[in-house]
């Protein structure tokens, strides 16, 4: 009879092929004294991770379960999809691209024993990311609605519970998912250890910058009330300005017998039109995103599981 894994780790994968085996023998180094499982969900790669993965699990079936989605559905549906099948106590999340070295796992797991909390991140001593990653890392802990006063534990590195994983994953039903906010909405008994951040050995990040601003973007939307307070702001902004220079064409009109210009009228409209599109288009974008949850598509679809 098999003995239940202590952990689980749960890695996302994406185009990384030329890493995965390193990250597997680094993985075996690191917790040979422990009971584990390893969870690699291959999120639509397309440069032969599969195939990877499929060798991996042939030379060690006792510890690897991998899992293929049907497309690429980005790392936080990813990491879904592999806690779906994850049978430890605690669940460790992790990259694919050896920048977390599976030997800090240990780390995390000594520093739940001693504190008992339901989720501990990796605090980066020196955070390897380009410029890019860590601007847009800082502007959605500001923007979020993050309120514990732990938002800046928050990583990609993590250990959970098992009942808090359950919570965050199971019961929630979205298009979108951002890990991240949804625990702390669940648990504030959240903590953070220094860990090791090692540069990429191979390859570039996937993450272009048209990509970040795309999921800084989603996550504005689906996890903030920014934009609208952004368009409270800038509407009644707006509305001071248009009164202003409507009080300044009564008194000319009054005391100088001066109509409006024709500059000024068209400027007056095109700025009051611009701020309306504007204000449209984000009201527009959480519609989108309500009819996208009224539709109720799944998170992920598996193509695959070995």
Not at 24 to 42: R, S
Not at 75 to 88: D, E, R, Y
Not at 205 to 217: D, E, G, P, V, W
Not at 246 to 271: D, E, Q, S, W
Request: charged fraction near 20%.
């Amino acid at each position: 009879m098999s003995t239940k894994p202590t952990l689980s780790i749960i890695i996302p994968v994406y185009n990384s092929a030329i890493t995965l085996k390193t990250l597997h023998q680094e993985l075996t180094q690191a917790l040979h004294e422990m009971a584990y499982e390893l969870i690699l969900v291959d999120d639509g790669s397309r440069d032969g991770s599969w195939e990877v993965l499929k060798d991996l699990k042939k030379n060690d079936p006792e510890h690897i379960k991998t899992i293929k989605l049907s497309r690429n559905f980005g790392q936080h549906n990813a990491i879904a999809c592999g806690v779906s099948f994850a049978s430890g106590d605690f669940l460790v999340t992790m990259d694919d691209d050896l920048q977390h070295p599976p030997s800090e796992i240990l780390k995390l797991f000594k520093h739940q024993e001693e504190t008992n909390d339901d989720v501990v991140y990796g605090q980066y001593i020196d955070k390897r990311h380009t410029y890019w990653r860590n601007a847009g890392s800082w502007f959605v802990r500001k923007t979020s609605n993050i309120t514990t006063g732990n938002a800046e534990y928050a990583s990609s590195f993590r250990l959970m519970k098992r009942e808090i994983a359950a919570k965050v994953f199971v019961h929630i039903q979205t298009g979108f998912l951002f890990i991240d906010e949804v625990i702390f909405w669940y648990t504030s008994r959240v903590s953070g250890v220094p860990v090791a951040h090692h540069a990429r050995r191979e390859g570039s990040s996937t993450y272009t910058r048209a990509k970040l601003f795309h999921l800084y973007f989603d996550i504005l939307i689906n996890y903030s009330a920014t934009p609208l307070r952004l368009m409270t702001g800038i509407g009644l902004l707006a509305s001071v300005i248009t009164m202003a220079l409507g009080i300044r064409f009564i008194y000319n009109k009054l005391m100088h017998g001066a109509l409006p210009g024709f500059t000024a009228l068209i400027v007056t409209i095109l700025f009051s039109t611009s701020i309306l599109m504007f204000c449209l288009g984000i009201i527009g974008q959480y519609l989108y995103k309500l009819y996208q949850l009224q539709n109720r598509k799944p998170s992920y679809a598996i193509d695959q599981v070995l």
